[in-house]
């Protein structure tokens, strides 16, 4: 059993990825990072309001709950088998190449989705940032496509260099946005306090954390699945395992870690936003629907006022989506070359993508289609709807981010089962295979829920009877799914070596460990 994981390890080494590279502080870094804090608050959090209102701090607690327990199951996972491919290579060899495969497809799909919005963003705010706020308001304007695109270059080029270089850029990007999330937290906090925030501002109350003023089950469950997008990213140090210092056990602590870290900024920053924005449908309200994918831009002058010094923490406030958008696209580069390469080296896709450049130590081929394909993929998005389509991809990533993190809590489950004692129960077993149907369910639920247009910004009509009315959102993500099952049963047929593999998972037994 241990051959195996030493195996992974002599690959890594073989292959010429530049091991030992990163120290457990940078990879909490990349994984917090990854998340993408600043961004995803500012375009998810209005949603999440609209679902629960006040009640949205509850849903940071407990869409953490279910996120900490995949944590341990990735830690375990890791452990016993340090594999950049994460939940595609250790499905594929717990449960079968078939789980493994949809895993793979799932991260792959959720990320290339997201980098269109990603791109958008950063779009956006550099003509923010620069007082054009007529194109910048315009996610759909070809200067907004053409600096996304851009940026995208720029993030994979980046990438490209290797990893020390992007853990770098890393810790530069978090810096700024970490300390501005906490300087608006406390400044938007005190003047709610002070009592000079807007008409609609209201003081925080124990209250918000009351699960059951959930207005519905249905409400609480898409809040849910929105709140998983937020946290989406921290199992970055996971995926650059194999160039990890002590790569069995760091890069899990530095996971589970990060989800901490997330969870404090989080719920800070979301408390501190409801209290001084209030849930109004006008002004700066969270309710109002101008307002639902830009939070930060829409009440950032109101949190730090008109004056000089306001003007420079609100433009540092824009640079800190920016950042946050870049490092994310950054991140989202680094883990999909990563996955295209072990799933590359096992046979899965076409080994081209196994391959490592010689001098930057790093898989070039997966990292320059990554990009392409995130190019791609924004270009054809933006010209679709008035780019409305966009939109609709990231709430779809919902369904994917629960099918492949779930995954990893049942795969740690069952390989875990025969443990060695009652101390790998709980963190090996029972805690990440609750965590793992949470997030299935939760997954499966949003899926039905997106059926319903009123959910989605797009819709289609089946031009045949019945002629359903089906949202942008189901489609795209059961369209993925779809997908994703066509290129299996292609892929059977191609590749029959990877696919008529057997599970090792019989037994559970801690492969690999000391």
Same mark, same amino acid.
């Given at each position: 059993?241990?051959?195996?994981?030493?195996?992974?390890?002599?690959?890594?080494?073989?292959?010429?990825?530049?091991?030992?590279?990163?120290?457990?502080?940078?990879?909490?870094?990349?994984?917090?990072?990854?998340?993408?804090?600043?961004?995803?608050?500012?375009?998810?959090?209005?949603?999440?309001?609209?679902?629960?209102?006040?009640?949205?701090?509850?849903?940071?607690?407990?869409?953490?709950?279910?996120?900490?327990?995949?944590?341990?199951?990735?830690?375990?996972?890791?452990?016993?088998?340090?594999?950049?491919?994460?939940?595609?290579?250790?499905?594929?060899?717990?449960?079968?190449?078939?789980?493994?495969?949809?895993?793979?497809?799932?991260?792959?799909?959720?990320?290339?989705?997201?980098?269109?919005?990603?791109?958008?963003?950063?779009?956006?705010?550099?003509?923010?940032?620069?007082?054009?706020?007529?194109?910048?308001?315009?996610?759909?304007?070809?200067?907004?496509?053409?600096?996304?695109?851009?940026?995208?270059?720029?993030?994979?080029?980046?990438?490209?260099?290797?990893?020390?270089?992007?853990?770098?850029?890393?810790?530069?990007?978090?810096?700024?946005?970490?300390?501005?999330?906490?300087?608006?937290?406390?400044?938007?906090?005190?003047?709610?306090?002070?009592?000079?925030?807007?008409?609609?501002?209201?003081?925080?109350?124990?209250?918000?954390?009351?699960?059951?003023?959930?207005?519905?089950?249905?409400?609480?469950?898409?809040?849910?699945?929105?709140?998983?997008?937020?946290?989406?990213?921290?199992?970055?140090?996971?995926?650059?395992?194999?160039?990890?210092?002590?790569?069995?056990?760091?890069?899990?602590?530095?996971?589970?870690?990060?989800?901490?870290?997330?969870?404090?900024?989080?719920?800070?920053?979301?408390?501190?936003?409801?209290?001084?924005?209030?849930?109004?449908?006008?002004?700066?309200?969270?309710?109002?629907?101008?307002?639902?994918?830009?939070?930060?831009?829409?009440?950032?002058?109101?949190?730090?006022?008109?004056?000089?010094?306001?003007?420079?923490?609100?433009?540092?406030?824009?640079?800190?989506?920016?950042?946050?958008?870049?490092?994310?696209?950054?991140?989202?580069?680094?883990?999909?070359?990563?996955?295209?390469?072990?799933?590359?080296?096992?046979?899965?896709?076409?080994?081209?993508?196994?391959?490592?450049? =010689? +001098?930057?130590?790093? @898989?070039? #081929? !997966?990292? &320059?289609?990554?990009?392409? *394909? $995130? %190019?791609?993929?924004? /270009?054809?998005?933006?010209?679709?709807?008035?780019?409305?389509?966009?939109?609709?991809?990231?709430?779809?990533?919902?369904?994917?981010?629960?099918?492949?993190?779930?995954?990893?809590?049942?795969?740690?489950?069952?390989?875990?089962?025969?443990?060695?004692?009652?101390?790998?129960?709980? =963190? +090996?077993?029972?805690? @990440?295979? #609750? !965590?793992? &149907?949470?997030?299935?369910? *939760? $997954? %499966?639920?949003?899926? /039905?829920?997106?059926?319903?247009?009123?959910?989605?910004?797009?819709?289609?009509?089946?031009?045949?009877?019945?002629?359903?009315?089906?949202?942008?959102?189901?489609?795209?993500?059961?369209?993925?799914?779809?997908?994703?099952?066509?290129?299996?049963?292609?892929?059977?047929?191609?590749? =029959? +070596?990877?696919?008529?593999?057997?599970?090792?998972?019989?037994?559970?037994?801690?492969? $690999?460990?000391?």
């Amino acid at each position: 059993m241990a051959t195996t994981a030493r195996t992974t390890s002599d690959e890594a080494a073989d292959d010429g990825l530049r091991t030992g590279a990163l120290s457990m502080a940078t990879s909490l870094i990349l994984s917090v990072a990854s998340a993408a804090p600043a961004y995803s608050l500012a375009a998810t959090l209005a949603f999440i309001v609209a679902y629960v209102g006040f009640q949205a701090p509850v849903i940071v607690l407990l869409a953490f709950v279910p996120i900490l327990f995949v944590s341990f199951g990735y830690a375990a996972l890791n452990r016993r088998d340090p594999d950049c491919g994460t939940i595609f290579t250790w499905a594929g060899r717990v449960l079968g190449p078939r789980a493994g495969f949809l895993a793979g497809w799932a991260v792959i799909t959720s990320f290339v989705l997201v980098m269109a919005s990603l791109a958008q963003v950063a779009g956006q705010y550099v003509f923010i940032l620069c007082g054009a706020d007529g194109i910048g308001s315009d996610p759909s304007s070809p200067w907004v496509l053409l600096v996304g695109l851009g940026w995208m270059a720029l993030m994979t080029a980046v990438c490209y260099r290797g990893i020390e270089v992007a853990a770098a850029v890393q810790r530069a990007l978090l810096l700024l946005e970490f300390v501005m999330l906490v300087v608006f937290s406390v400044v938007a906090l005190v003047r709610v306090c002070a009592g000079h925030a807007a008409p609609g501002a209201r003081r925080p109350s124990l209250s918000w954390l009351n699960p059951f003023e959930i207005p519905s089950p249905g409400a609480f469950v898409s809040g849910l699945v929105l709140m998983l997008f937020i946290y989406w990213g921290w199992e970055t140090a996971v995926t650059v395992n194999e160039e990890t210092a002590d790569r069995r056990r760091t890069p899990g602590r530095a996971a589970v870690w990060s989800t901490i870290v997330l969870l404090s900024l989080y719920l800070v920053t979301t408390v501190a936003t409801l209290a001084f924005a209030g849930t109004g449908t006008s002004g700066i309200g969270l309710g109002n629907p101008d307002n639902f994918g830009d939070v930060f831009s829409a009440i950032g002058q109101a949190v730090f006022g008109t004056g000089a010094v306001g003007t420079v923490l609100w433009h540092l406030l824009v640079l800190m989506v920016l950042s946050s958008a870049a490092a994310s696209t950054e991140t989202t580069v680094l883990t999909l070359g990563r996955a295209l390469l072990a799933m590359g080296r096992q046979g899965a896709v076409p080994r081209a993508f196994a391959k490592i450049h =010689p +001098r930057y130590a790093g @898989p070039h #081929v !997966g990292t &320059v289609a990554v990009g392409l *394909a $995130g %190019a791609l993929c924004y /270009v054809v998005m933006n010209l679709l709807a008035d780019g409305l389509v966009i939109g609709d991809a990231v709430s779809s990533c919902g369904v994917m981010i629960a099918l492949y993190y779930g995954l990893t809590g049942l795969t740690s489950a069952w390989a875990h089962r025969a443990g060695r004692g009652r101390g790998d129960l709980w =963190p +090996r077993v029972v805690l @990440p295979a #609750v !965590g793992g &149907v949470v997030l299935l369910a *939760a $997954g %499966a639920w949003s899926l /039905v829920n997106d059926w319903d247009p009123a959910n989605s910004a797009t819709s289609w009509t089946l031009p045949f009877g019945p002629h359903w009315h089906i949202g942008g959102v189901f489609l795209i993500a059961a369209g993925a799914l779809a997908t994703g099952w066509l290129l299996m049963a292609a892929g059977a047929r191609l590749a =029959p +070596r990877y696919f008529a593999r057997t599970p090792h998972g019989e037994g559970g037994g801690n492969r $690999g460990e000391d």
